[in-house]
């Protein structure tokens, strides 16, 4: 929008100015942690509030026009793979990003990450280089190893559902103990309020599973 053409290479991330034909090179310093991440550029992205996103082998990058400084998000922030290859931008102004295992949805105001992968319907975790559009009805289309993912990003829910934990078994030194008269248990481990141990019984594990059965 402000009129230069920005180019992404293997080497690092070029400003071209068109009336001055002069190039601007921004590069990783291992030094500087406001640097670009990465010299590896997979995608850039101008959002709808005029800033530049950098896609890259070592994560996302948003770019400070008028610093020249670079604000770099990783795998410690909760991206959920340091390789960027796509960014989509859906009308609430999340960022929507391809990588090597799975899509992450970034919120720029919290800067937080939702993450997702096969499980919740992925082709696979692992996408492409240059395998991402957005159509004009708002449908985003994300290409990978397997085929490729199509969605309305207003149709992925967040699975608010807190479910309910139960005790599934009780072990002694890694070995489940039954139910009788002569064992600790009288009944169900479900159903057991109080258990007494000798001080001898110093290895115990109890199991326990979420009844959730979403995936």
Known sequence: SGGSLWIGTRDGLNKFDIKEEKFTRYQHQP???QSLSNNAIWSIHEDARGRLWIGTSGGLNKFDRKEESFT????KDGLVNDVVYGILE???GNLWLSTNRGISKFNPQMETFTNYDKKDGLQSNEFNAGAFHLGRSGRMYFGGINGFNEFYPDS???NTYIPPVVITDF???HKSVSVNDTSLLKQSINFTKEIVLNYTDYVFTFEFSALNYRQ
Request: charged share 40%.
């Open 90 to 92: 859906d009308g609430r």
């Open 171 to 173: 072990l002694l030194f």
């Open 156 to 158: 992925i829910k967040a």
């Open 31 to 33: 030094d500087n942690p």
């Open 72 to 75: 770099q998000y990783r795998e």
